[in-house]
Protein backbone atom coordinates (compact mmCIF):
# COMPACT_ATOMS: atom_id res chain seq x y z
CA UNK A 1 0.00 0.00 0.00
CA UNK A 2 1.19 3.78 -0.87
CA UNK A 3 -0.78 5.49 2.69
CA UNK A 4 1.48 8.17 3.32
CA UNK A 5 3.08 8.41 -0.13
CA UNK A 6 1.24 11.80 -1.84
CA UNK A 7 4.77 13.36 -2.64
CA UNK A 8 5.57 14.10 -6.01
CA UNK A 9 7.85 11.47 -7.40
CA UNK A 10 8.19 13.39 -10.44
CA UNK A 11 8.67 10.58 -12.82
CA UNK A 12 11.93 9.42 -11.30
CA UNK A 13 12.60 6.61 -8.68
CA UNK A 14 14.02 7.27 -5.17
CA UNK A 15 17.86 7.68 -6.19
CA UNK A 16 17.35 9.31 -9.41
CA UNK A 17 15.48 11.96 -7.55
CA UNK A 18 17.64 12.61 -5.28
CA UNK A 19 20.54 13.02 -6.85
CA UNK A 20 18.80 15.44 -8.88
CA UNK A 21 17.30 17.62 -5.80
CA UNK A 22 21.04 17.68 -4.57
CA UNK A 23 22.38 18.96 -7.69
CA UNK A 24 19.70 21.35 -8.24
CA UNK A 25 19.96 22.65 -4.95
CA UNK A 26 23.78 22.80 -5.36
CA UNK A 27 23.24 25.31 -8.37
CA UNK A 28 20.99 27.10 -6.22
CA UNK A 29 23.56 28.13 -4.12
CA UNK A 30 26.26 28.91 -6.32
CA UNK A 31 24.17 30.89 -8.61
CA UNK A 32 21.20 32.16 -6.86
CA UNK A 33 19.01 31.59 -9.64
CA UNK A 34 17.83 28.55 -11.97
CA UNK A 35 15.48 28.09 -14.44
CA UNK A 36 12.82 24.75 -14.08
CA UNK A 37 9.79 23.47 -14.35
CA UNK A 38 7.43 24.36 -11.20
CA UNK A 39 6.89 20.83 -10.22
CA UNK A 40 10.32 20.29 -9.59
CA UNK A 41 10.64 23.90 -8.18
CA UNK A 42 8.22 22.93 -5.19
CA UNK A 43 9.80 20.02 -4.41
CA UNK A 44 12.97 21.86 -4.39
CA UNK A 45 12.08 24.03 -2.18
CA UNK A 46 11.22 21.67 0.31
CA UNK A 47 14.34 20.13 -0.17
CA UNK A 48 16.66 23.02 0.08
CA UNK A 49 15.19 25.37 2.67
CA UNK A 50 15.52 23.19 5.48
CA UNK A 51 19.73 23.04 4.56
CA UNK A 52 19.52 26.95 4.45
CA UNK A 53 17.78 27.44 8.12
CA UNK A 54 20.33 24.56 9.09
CA UNK A 55 23.48 27.04 7.98
CA UNK A 56 22.39 29.51 10.70
CA UNK A 57 24.01 27.30 13.14
CA UNK A 58 27.84 26.76 11.72
CA UNK A 59 28.81 23.76 13.60
CA UNK A 60 30.90 20.85 12.61
CA UNK A 61 27.80 18.49 12.64
CA UNK A 62 25.21 20.95 11.05
CA UNK A 63 28.20 20.58 7.83
CA UNK A 64 28.40 17.52 7.28
CA UNK A 65 23.76 17.12 7.68
CA UNK A 66 24.34 19.73 4.86
CA UNK A 67 27.15 18.04 2.60
CA UNK A 68 25.16 14.76 2.92
CA UNK A 69 22.73 15.74 1.12
CA UNK A 70 24.26 18.07 -1.24
CA UNK A 71 27.54 16.06 -2.09
CA UNK A 72 28.93 19.45 -3.07
CA UNK A 73 32.50 20.74 -0.73
CA UNK A 74 32.22 24.70 -2.97
CA UNK A 75 27.80 24.82 -2.42
CA UNK A 76 28.28 23.83 1.62
CA UNK A 77 31.36 26.41 1.51
CA UNK A 78 29.01 29.10 0.05
CA UNK A 79 25.90 27.92 2.32
CA UNK A 80 27.67 28.27 5.50
CA UNK A 81 29.13 31.50 4.74
CA UNK A 82 27.94 34.08 1.71
CA UNK A 83 24.32 33.05 2.12
CA UNK A 84 23.96 32.32 5.76
CA UNK A 85 24.61 36.19 6.58
CA UNK A 86 22.05 37.22 4.08
CA UNK A 87 19.81 35.21 5.74
CA UNK A 88 20.55 35.72 9.13
CA UNK A 89 17.75 37.93 9.67
CA UNK A 90 14.84 36.17 7.71
CA UNK A 91 12.78 33.78 9.83
CA UNK A 92 12.23 31.34 6.26
CA UNK A 93 10.69 31.56 3.06
CA UNK A 94 13.86 31.94 1.73
CA UNK A 95 13.26 31.03 -1.95
CA UNK A 96 10.77 32.84 -5.08
CA UNK A 97 8.93 30.89 -7.49
CA UNK A 98 8.45 33.42 -10.67
CA UNK A 99 6.81 31.76 -13.33
CA UNK A 100 7.73 31.98 -17.17
CA UNK A 101 5.24 30.28 -19.08
CA UNK A 102 4.80 27.01 -21.09
CA UNK A 103 7.59 25.48 -22.52
CA UNK A 104 7.43 24.23 -26.07
CA UNK A 105 7.48 20.67 -26.89
CA UNK A 106 5.81 19.37 -23.89
CA UNK A 107 4.07 22.33 -22.53
CA UNK A 108 5.24 21.86 -19.10
CA UNK A 109 5.08 24.77 -16.86
CA UNK A 110 8.39 26.62 -16.29
CA UNK A 111 9.47 29.22 -13.64
CA UNK A 112 12.65 30.63 -12.10
CA UNK A 113 13.40 29.99 -8.90
CA UNK A 114 15.70 32.29 -6.87
CA UNK A 115 17.28 33.25 -4.01
CA UNK A 116 14.72 36.05 -2.29
CA UNK A 117 17.66 38.21 -0.42
CA UNK A 118 19.62 38.19 -3.64
CA UNK A 119 16.87 39.78 -5.79
CA UNK A 120 17.93 43.68 -5.29
CA UNK A 121 14.96 45.05 -7.64
CA UNK A 122 12.19 43.45 -5.73
CA UNK A 123 14.41 44.63 -2.49
CA UNK A 124 14.16 48.24 -3.53
CA UNK A 125 10.71 48.25 -4.65
CA UNK A 126 9.93 46.87 -1.53
CA UNK A 127 7.91 49.38 0.66
CA UNK A 128 9.09 49.97 4.27
CA UNK A 129 6.44 48.63 7.07
CA UNK A 130 4.51 51.38 8.48
CA UNK A 131 4.69 51.80 12.07
CA UNK A 132 1.54 50.47 13.99
CA UNK A 133 -0.72 53.59 15.49
CA UNK A 134 -3.05 53.58 17.81
CA UNK A 135 -6.22 56.07 17.37
CA UNK A 136 -8.42 56.80 20.75
CA UNK A 137 -10.91 59.27 21.84
CA UNK A 138 -9.16 61.66 24.05
CA UNK A 139 -7.01 64.12 22.48
CA UNK A 140 -2.99 64.70 22.34
CA UNK A 141 -3.35 67.23 25.20
CA UNK A 142 -3.66 64.31 27.77
CA UNK A 143 -7.28 63.18 29.82
CA UNK A 144 -10.94 64.59 29.52
CA UNK A 145 -10.00 67.28 32.14
CA UNK A 146 -6.69 68.78 31.12
CA UNK A 147 -8.53 68.70 27.29
CA UNK A 148 -11.58 70.51 28.55
CA UNK A 149 -9.75 73.97 29.37
CA UNK A 150 -8.25 73.92 25.95
CA UNK A 151 -11.50 73.86 23.95
CA UNK A 152 -13.20 76.99 26.19
CA UNK A 153 -10.29 79.23 25.20
CA UNK A 154 -10.88 77.98 21.75
CA UNK A 155 -14.45 78.53 21.79
CA UNK A 156 -13.64 82.09 23.64
CA UNK A 157 -10.67 82.93 20.87
CA UNK A 158 -13.47 82.64 18.21
CA UNK A 159 -16.31 84.69 19.97
CA UNK A 160 -13.88 87.75 20.53
CA UNK A 161 -12.94 87.45 17.00
CA UNK A 162 -16.95 87.53 15.81
CA UNK A 163 -16.82 90.57 18.26
CA UNK A 164 -14.31 92.25 16.32
CA UNK A 165 -15.80 91.55 13.06
CA UNK A 166 -19.20 92.77 13.92
CA UNK A 167 -18.48 96.43 14.09
CA UNK A 168 -17.42 96.31 10.59
CA UNK A 169 -20.62 94.76 9.42
CA UNK A 170 -22.46 97.91 10.78
CA UNK A 171 -20.64 100.67 8.72
CA UNK A 172 -22.77 102.31 6.16
CA UNK A 173 -21.31 100.84 2.79
CA UNK A 174 -20.65 102.68 0.17
CA UNK A 175 -23.22 101.96 -2.01
CA UNK A 176 -26.01 103.53 0.46
CA UNK A 177 -23.79 106.78 0.30
CA UNK A 178 -24.10 106.92 -3.19
CA UNK A 179 -28.28 106.48 -3.00
CA UNK A 180 -27.91 109.05 -0.68
CA UNK A 181 -26.15 111.87 -2.96
CA UNK A 182 -28.41 111.18 -5.58
CA UNK A 183 -31.72 111.40 -3.69
CA UNK A 184 -30.24 114.76 -2.48
CA UNK A 185 -29.25 115.96 -5.84
CA UNK A 186 -32.70 115.10 -6.78
CA UNK A 187 -34.63 117.06 -4.29
CA UNK A 188 -32.45 119.72 -5.77
CA UNK A 189 -33.51 119.85 -8.91
CA UNK A 190 -37.21 119.46 -8.22
CA UNK A 191 -37.73 123.01 -7.93
CA UNK A 192 -36.49 123.96 -10.98
CA UNK A 193 -38.42 121.62 -12.88
CA UNK A 194 -41.21 122.66 -11.38
CA UNK A 195 -40.39 126.58 -12.37
CA UNK A 196 -39.41 125.79 -15.70
CA UNK A 197 -42.88 124.09 -15.74
CA UNK A 198 -44.76 126.71 -14.49
CA UNK A 199 -43.14 128.79 -16.73
CA UNK A 200 -43.96 126.77 -19.98
CA UNK A 201 -47.27 127.22 -18.86
CA UNK A 202 -47.74 131.02 -18.76
CA UNK A 203 -45.94 130.84 -22.17
CA UNK A 204 -48.91 128.95 -23.37
CA UNK A 205 -51.65 130.83 -22.05
CA UNK A 206 -50.28 134.42 -23.68
CA UNK A 207 -49.81 132.61 -26.91
CA UNK A 208 -53.82 131.39 -26.90
CA UNK A 209 -54.94 134.88 -25.53
Known amino acids: MRHGKK ?4 SRTASHRSAML ?3 ASSLILH ?3 TTTVAKAKALRKYVEPLITRAKDD ?3 SRRVAFSYLQNKD ?3 TLFGEVAEKVANRPGGYTRILKTGARLGDNAE ?3 MELVDYNELMLKDAAPAKAKTRRSRRGKGGSGAE ?3 AVEATEAVVEAEVVEEAPAAEETPVAEEAVEEVKAEAAEEAPEADANEESAED ?3 EEKE
Open 7 to 10: FNHL
Open 22 to 24: SNM
Open 32 to 34: KRI
Open 59 to 61: TTH
Open 75 to 77: SVT
Open 110 to 112: MCI
Open 147 to 149: AAP
Open 203 to 205: SDK
